[in-house]
């Protein structure tokens, strides 16, 4: 039994631990092969992980060029802080005077002063809180209550609006706000029974009002501060009214689109890398034993070059990733020449759109490789499947290491059984022997 004391050869005088240690050792092969061939199945799980990681990076950063507006790539300034703008790949060049008259607002109230928060308010009826043409949410007041309970139940209705409590000193008093601005979310209030003042004059601090900008002298109206669809792919974020016009300028930004395939490019070599150091390449072998020469990577690499070698029928002048930049050199690494990518985008940058995001509904060189990877690294996957395998062995190695260690201890048992009895009988002869000796000596 493992983590037994055993003080053996007292009365032979031989080490009967230390022959039973060897021995034991001496058997040990099998136990020792099956917890390395247990290790290597853990290893190759970590490095399947590592890959599947690796390859999600990948699809993060096609997944950013599969559609038009994310090939697009433009820049958008403002001359005015009071007008914070962003643009994605579906603007276009262009410039534009804003000016901002009103920002859009939620509606705000306040009750009447009560002493106290914590106090009973002997106020009973219903509260009833209306946002725009939405239902009526009504709030059941007992005479119990107090502030802060009703901030409570208010903010337990599931209605688009809060409730909080503001002190000013000497009385505090309910104030009620709408959670979403616009005119659309004006809220009304409905008191029976109960008189908290909110529909008296001066209650409302701020009325539900929506944003009012011009355009190039067009009015525009929108519910948030977040102007989206005005200007063709461009967002306006309105912070302050303006005194003046606000230039709002669009511009081509190659730089950009040469970022995001930089991102690609980075991301498929460190995969590639990866792969290949583990599961080996041409007469190079793998670092990992579990994973030499295996199928399903050497079928990923292969399949991933096929995806970036794809021609897309159609696309323009350019059909291939290598006819704008984007080129697998001799050794299956990902490279972008930034110079090919400019020219080929002033020469044809509705063409370069195409080869990587597809024409119309079609598949462009990045919805390929998101679709391989996205059938990759899914729970029904190849790499999944292959994880769970490798798990499973790990755990019936270690399950048979168990066993041969549990019969490697009954062995050493029984040996240090057998070297006690040994023991016990040159002990007894001696006793015998000493004691002829002293009778006949």
Known sequence: ??????????????????????????????????????????????????ISSLLSTLKKNVDALKDASGVGSYSATSSNTAVAVSANGSAQPGAYKIEVSQLAQEQRNYSKGFASSATALNEVGTLGIRVGSGTQFDIDIAATDTLDSIVTKINSAGGRFSASILNDGTNSRLSIRGLDTGEDNAITFNEVGANFGLNAQGSKVQDAQDAKLKIDTIDVKRSTN????AIQGVTLAL???????????????????????????DSYNALLTKVRGVAGYGSTKGSDVALQGDSSLRSLTQN????????????????????????LSKDGLLSVDSTKLN??????????TNVLSGVKTGSGVMDLVSTLANNLTGSSGALAARKDSLTAKAKQLRDSANREQDRLDRYADSLRKQFTAMDTAVAANQSNLSYLQRLYG
């Open 1 to 50: 039994m493992a983590g037994t004391i055993s003080f053996g050869g007292i009365g032979s005088g031989m080490d009967t631990e230390g022959i039973v240690t060897g021995l034991v050792s001496a058997s040990s092969g099998t136990l020792n092969t099956l917890k390395t061939r247990a290790t290597q199945q853990d290893s190759a799980v970590s490095n399947l992980s590592s």
């Open 226 to 229: 977040q102007v989206v669809g």
């Open 239 to 265: 912070t302050a009214q303006t005194t003046g016009p606000v230039t709002v300028q669009v511009q081509s930004d190659p730089d950009g689109l040469q970022k995001k395939l930089q991102s690609v490019v």
């Open 304 to 327: 991933l070059s096929d995806s970036m070698l794809k021609r897309i029928v159609g696309a323009g002048s350019f059909e291939t990733a290598g006819s704008i930049g984007l080129a």
């Open 343 to 352: 020219n080929a985008l002033s020469k044809d940058a509705n063409s370069v």
